[in-house]
């Protein structure tokens, strides 16, 4: 582990998308071998599915999915879309033991989920 401090929970709210998969899922790892046994993970961000389907009918949406292009600034673009069951598997892949998808907190509900993860 780099960090000497565990931590019992760790929250990346919208913060997910800024990898690429092959980056998450180092991150998510090494996030897990900074956790307390039993610590709690959470993951907000947009639902890829949910926001495909927006797309369809306002492609003005299409923003939902990539960033705001407003800022020209890299770091305000997403490089990958999750759903529920894609971001799943890469916490799981990333040695999370207990993985659940449930209703976002922070931002849009109805666009966004949650996933909570047990190291």
């Not at 020209?72 to 894609?86: E, G, L």
Request: hydrophobic share 40%; aromatic share 12%; with cysteine.
């Amino acid at each position: 582990t780099v960090l000497e401090q565990r931590w019992d929970e760790v929250e990346l709210i919208h913060g997910i998308t800024s990898f690429y998969p092959w980056e998450a899922r180092h991150l998510l790892t090494e996030l897990r071998e900074c956790m307390n046994a039993g610590g709690k993970l959470v993951l907000e961000q947009p639902d890829a599915v949910y926001v495909a389907k927006a797309v369809q009918e306002d492609a003005r949406l299409v923003r939902w999915f990539f960033g705001d292009p407003r800022f020209c600034n890299p770091q305000h673009m997403n490089k990958w879309a999750y759903s529920p069951d894609s971001l799943y598997t890469l916490v799981r892949e990333a040695g999370f033991q207990y993985a659940r998808s449930t209703r976002a907190l922070h931002h849009d509900p109805e666009r966004d989920f949650r996933m909570e993860a047990t190291a």
